[in-house]
């Protein structure tokens, strides 16, 4: 088996864990990552293990997206 680096097989769905979710967050109701629940959330953040989208506001789609763009960058505070 090839070597690969620690990160090297992240895949664009990011499985969340429903125990560190409330219900609203589950059901797609509250956004992820922040719990606002409006505007309501509509951008999918990634899934449960058994298969269900969840859902982030815009502000943290575009957080989790510049944090996959900068993977191994420390540098959340730029914007
Ligand atoms: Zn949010």
Do not use: K, N
């Not at 409330?22 to 505007?39: F, K, Y």
């Not at 943290?60 to 420390?74: K, L, Q, R, S, V």
Request: glycine fraction near 8%; proline fraction near 8%.
């Amino acid at each position: 088996m090839p070597r690969l680096g620690a990160a090297a097989d992240t895949t664009d769905i990011y499985t969340f864990e429903p125990e560190l979710l409330s219900t609203a967050q589950c059901m797609g109701d509250a956004c992820a990552i922040c719990h606002v629940r409006w505007p309501r959330p509509r951008h999918a953040l990634g899934a449960l293990p058994d298969g269900s989208e969840v859902y982030g506001c815009a502000e943290c789609a575009g957080i989790a997206a510049a944090h996959d763009a900068h993977a191994g960058e420390p540098e959340l505070a730029a914007r």
